[in-house]
């Protein structure tokens, strides 16, 4: 007989679990995960980690317009005639903060009792500007900041907008792609269960959906809805979820020939309770692997609609916004302004993809 601390215990092991194991040995998924998270965590915290956490990062400095990675300048805080009110915690990290200060770029400067005189930048053989300290930032009249990723031609940090970015493409993902899931499988559970006449007017209007090209379908509903930040989350969503609908009702169509379903009717339990509680679960995983794959599809496409003018309006950040203002750049000296949010798509929608992939592998339930 064996000792009570050399016995082994054993459990079943649930579905969910063993796709988690398999997930875990997935190194692109795993690192996929990872890189989303990331976003999602500077997405989050948004205003408080920017360098430029004005309202939106348009903080516009155009005597340093264009200028290359790692440029640092000095800045002069001068204060602003009116006061600004400070925002807590909360409303800093959501909307930003706007300067309590007006900032002048400068090469040089000098104090004299109670003025500060300063060399205007690349003012060559200018004069210098005086200032009374009580026109100035009570703390540091003078700063020296760097812009690790440059300035664009209106002069903003293009790190900044990189950062505030990922808040659109990430809510332009997840907004969409949940409008998808609702009406996609309301309409496909309905058509899969009930068959019949409901499936063929169901199954008619999914195809006419169907045929037509899913970007003009979506640039004639921006027009429809208007230009703006939720009008472009609502068109996206009401193309993406017919994809969503085919594949519910080819899974329901199978499932509700199982016997599980017919013990269900035999018990009187209602179709709405069959359907929700014992079908779609079943359905989870396919659904779930179909959301990862809409959701790069929705980034790809704002970006899209941004880069024709018909996405989310400036001076709201988005990467699609950038690569249209600065595409310009690429034949001359400051391509890095356009490659940088491209980069970022890119791997957003990478990440998307081998994390769909993983996702599909983890929860076939055929190994």
């Given at each position: 007989m064996l000792k009570w601390w050399k016995r082994k215990e054993y459990r079943a092991v649930s579905l969910s679990e063993l796709s988690w194991k398999r997930f875990r040995k997935d190194k692109q998924g795993m690192i996929s995960l990872g890189f989303i998270l990331l976003i999602i965590l500077i997405a989050l915290l948004g205003y408080l980690i920017t360098p430029d956490s004005t309202p939106d990062c348009n903080h516009q400095q155009l005597e340093v317009a264009i200028r290359p990675p790692g440029f640092q300048v000095q800045l002069l805080q001068v204060k602003l005639a009116n006061e600004v009110p400070h925002r807590n915690f909360i409303e800093k990290m959501f909307v930003g903060q706007p300067s309590d200060c007006q900032t002048i770029p400068i090469d040089?400067?000098?104090?004299?009792?109670?003025?500060?005189?300063?060399?205007?930048?690349?003012?060559?053989?200018?004069?210098?500007?005086?200032?009374?300290?009580?026109?100035?930032?009570?703390?540091?009249?003078?700063?020296?900041?760097?812009?690790?990723?440059?300035?664009?031609?209106?002069?903003?940090?293009?790190?900044?907008?990189?950062?505030?970015?990922?808040?659109?493409?990430?809510?332009?993902?997840?907004?969409?792609?949940?409008?998808?899931?609702?009406i996609g499988i309301l309409i496909g559970s309905i058509a899969g269960y009930f068959r019949g006449w409901v499936d063929d007017v169901l199954m008619w209007f999914i195809n006419v959906v169907w045929s037509?090209?899913?970007?003009?379908?979506?640039?004639?509903?921006?027009?429809?809805?208007?230009?703006?930040?939720?009008?472009?989350?609502?068109?996206?969503?009401?193309?993406?979820?017919?994809?969503?609908?085919?594949?519910?009702?080819?899974?329901?169509?199978?499932?509700?020939?199982?016997?599980?379903?017919?013990?269900?009717?035999?018990?009187?339990?209602?179709?709405?309770?069959?359907?929700?509680?014992?079908?779609?679960?079943?359905?989870?995983?396919?659904?779930?692997?179909?959301?990862?794959?809409?959701?790069?599809?929705?980034?790809?496409?704002?970006?899209?609609?941004?880069?024709?003018?018909?996405?989310?309006?400036?001076?709201?950040?988005?990467?699609?916004?950038?690569?249209?203002?600065?595409?310009?750049?690429?034949?001359?000296?400051h391509a890095y302004l356009a490659i940088a949010p491209g980069v970022a798509i890119m791997l957003l929608v990478l990440a998307f993809m081998l994390i769909g992939n993983a996702l599909r592998d983890a929860l076939s339930v055929r190994d």
């Open positions: 040089s400067y000098r104090t004299v009792g109670d003025s500060v005189y300063v060399r205007l930048f690349e003012d060559v053989g200018g004069d210098e500007v005086g200032y009374a300290r009580a026109q100035l930032h009570d703390e540091k009249p003078v700063i020296t900041k760097r812009f690790l990723l440059g300035t664009d031609r209106y002069g903003r940090d293009v790190l900044s907008q990189l950062l505030i970015g990922t808040r659109v493409s990430l809510a332009v993902g997840g907004i969409s792609v949940g409008i998808a899931l609702l037509i090209p899913t970007l003009l379908l979506v640039i004639a509903l921006s027009f429809a809805l208007g230009k703006g930040f939720w009008q472009i989350f609502l068109a996206i969503g009401l193309t993406m979820w017919v994809d969503v609908a085919r594949v519910v009702r080819g899974q329901m169509i199978s499932l509700r020939e199982k016997e599980f379903v017919e013990a269900g009717k035999a018990l009187g339990y209602s179709s709405s309770h069959i359907i929700w509680k014992h079908l779609l679960p079943n359905v989870a995983g396919t659904v779930i692997v179909i959301a990862a794959s809409n959701f790069s599809s929705a980034i790809l496409m704002e970006a899209g609609l941004s880069f024709l003018g018909l996405g989310v309006q400036p001076p709201t950040p988005s990467w699609g916004m950038m690569m249209k203002e600065n595409y310009a750049y690429i034949v001359i000296d």
